[in-house]
């Protein structure tokens, strides 16, 4: 059965990738051995890491002033890392409340210093993006998150603000050109439109560091990690050979421009086809709403198990909503294919039509 | 060329689990996803950890006072990790620095309270185990590194104290029947004998827990990993995986005491051609001898390159010495054949006869 994956993250990668990959765990490169068996301080690895680099910053753009790192762990270890390398135990850093995500990176900031909490969307289950708010002109930097996974929000241009901007991008990064060399740190678990889980992606303006005081554990400071050029300990090879494979794919589809034409292409049938659907509730306010993840109700939500029954018939996975808020949610990474959105969009009629 | 695999970690896995862990990558367990695009809270995931949490229990002979968890990072984030969740700021730790890695555990530990350095064999380069020394009445643990990869010593048996053990072993771990089960803590970055970089096993005694009042990164907390079942956040599903499929081997191969009798018939003959030729010079005291690696040097250094070059040229790659101590090193970790000892002994032999 043909499989439409729509799952949140862990998510859908290019099939070239995958089967890249999978060579690569018999026989990496005609070496003999296995990508899984190399030394992380042999060339093999070094070219990897080198190209990984290298095509992060051309694709964001960025200047020399910008180092790129992979580190262990995922989004939530940045939560707590960030703030340990960048605010001062008296220090005040800015964070905007705009879903589950951004507020757990507010409770591990809270750790290491002052967090001043300049907007939340809390009150409406973080349906929308709040644009106007004031940062205190002492803020060291300001957080946010700019595709919200869960709730299905996201930034659609930069946050009005001559504070350094630090972004958690982990369910929107290279899905669109984006004003990444306006940001001061960009973060992102891989596990979306960059590869496998069990990598980090770390972008850092090095303005931005040596500025506080904390000693800080080796394996947790940024500057330990430029010094070391991503290998200041064995790093996850398999995961930032898949982030390799995963960005050589987009440059070769032609760069983040075609990327967000895809992302549009496919968000565009399918928020037509839901806004067309009164069976269905679209859950985000319009201009808000993000081209990864769509989420949405069933306007009877006793429909629900069965609509997900029928997803699963037709081989469509992780529509279910997030434990968290419930309901529906399609996402929409760089390598659905338009054919996948084409398809639930007609289950999607196809079950309003039964019970209408 | 047939490669001879002595790398010191990432390295040699089993054929079956590199082709298994490919596989997966296509097409995992006829789902028509590959691994890498499937939810880690899906059904699929949840047994791929139950089964390796329940392999690591039943080859370690632990019972339900012991929590098995996976964890992003390396040991390098356990060296913070460990005294972050179990030692206060007024509380002592004991640590018994035998090589390269206690050594940056010892730095790591003293950001998070005080410690008691019970015994260091930097005299001698850690060129052997000190086995005799006091550990403080009132330490709260004590760590040490059962295997120095670097230098190439191992624990035969535990230290001789009542004080808790915390135990580094990622480089022995599962090679051998060991007194798990009377060990506090066992941590080991997987890249050996368990399987993929990007994964950390932590294996703690729950009466260990719960003593600190500082608090925690929510991401650090070994405590909010119990509660979540290693699934507090995204885990490193690809490398879970790879630890699965090389503890089902283990298993299959039949068990710990065969990993052990083959590591002794690998190190026997490694370390009795070594003995027989004065060409080569042991580096390590011989009743501490590592069985996974063997540090060596040829008695004349000059001859080293030549020797290296010859092990290239025969498939055989890692026997250069770690960069921090120079020398030659042989890994000799679970998945090799004693016939890649047997070709790296003769070529031993062929070399010392040509210089004879």
Redesign the interface.
């Known amino acids: 059965?043909?499989?439409h994956?729509f799952?949140?993250?862990?998510?859908?990668?290019p099939a070239t990738v995958?089967?890249q990959?999978?060579?690569a765990?018999?026989n990496y490169n005609n070496?003999?051995?296995?990508l899984?068996?190399?030394?992380?301080?042999a060339k093999w690895f070094e070219e990897i890491l080198h190209e990984a680099i290298g095509l992060i910053k051309e694709l964001m753009e960025l200047g020399t002033e910008y180092e790129v790192l992979f580190l262990?762990?995922?989004?939530?270890?940045q939560?707590?890392q960030v703030p340990?390398n960048l605010l001062d135990t008296n220090d005040t850093a800015a964070y905007i409340d705009n879903g589950i995500w951004g507020t757990?990176a507010i409770?591990?900031a809270k750790?290491f210093g002052n967090v001043a909490v300049v907007s939340s969307t809390k009150d409406k289950n973080h349906s929308y993006i709040a644009k106007d708010f004031t940062v205190p002109a002492n803020a060291k930097y300001l957080h946010f998150t700019t595709n919200n996974t869960v709730e299905g929000t996201e930034w659609h241009q930069l946050p009005a603000t001559d504070i350094p901007l630090v972004a958690d991008m982990s369910s929107d990064i290279f899905s669109r050109p984006f004003a990444y060399n306006q940001l001061g740190v960009i973060y992102a678990?891989a596990?979306k439109n960059m590869?496998?889980?069990?990598?980090n992606l770390l972008v850092i303006r090095k303005d931005m560091l040596g500025k506080i005081s904390r000693?800080i554990?080796?394996?947790?400071d940024y500057q330990n990690h430029i010094e070391a050029g991503s290998l200041?300990?064995?790093?996850?090879?398999?995961?930032v050979y898949?982030a390799m494979l995963t960005l050589r794919w987009i440059k070769q589809e032609g760069s983040l421009a075609v990327m967000e034409q895809r992302a549009k292409e496919r968000a565009n049938l399918f928020y037509n086809t839901l806004d067309a659907l009164p069976f269905y509730t679209p859950i985000v306010a319009k201009e808000d709403r993000s081209l990864m993840n769509a989420t949405f109700a069933i306007t009877d939500a006793t429909l629900e198990k069965e609509f997900l029954d029928l997803c699963k018939e037709n081989?469509m996975?992780?529509v279910k909503g997030h434990?968290s808020v419930g309901g529906l949610r399609v996402s929409m990474y760089n390598a659905l294919p338009l054919s996948s959105v084409e398809a639930i969009c007609d289950l999607m009629k196809a079950f309003a039509a039964k019970y209408a």
Do not use: D, Y
Request: hydrophobic content about 45%; cysteine-free; glycine content about 16%.
């Open positions: 059965m043909k499989m994956n799952n949140s993250g862990p998510s859908i990668l995958l089967e990959a999978a060579a765990i018999i070496t003999g051995l296995s899984l068996e190399i030394g992380h301080r262990h762990g995922g989004a939530s270890t939560f707590m340990m757990k409770k591990e750790l678990g596990q590869g496998a889980a069990g990598v000693p554990p080796a394996i947790m200041l300990n064995t790093p996850p090879v398999f995961a898949v081989g996975v992780g434990r």
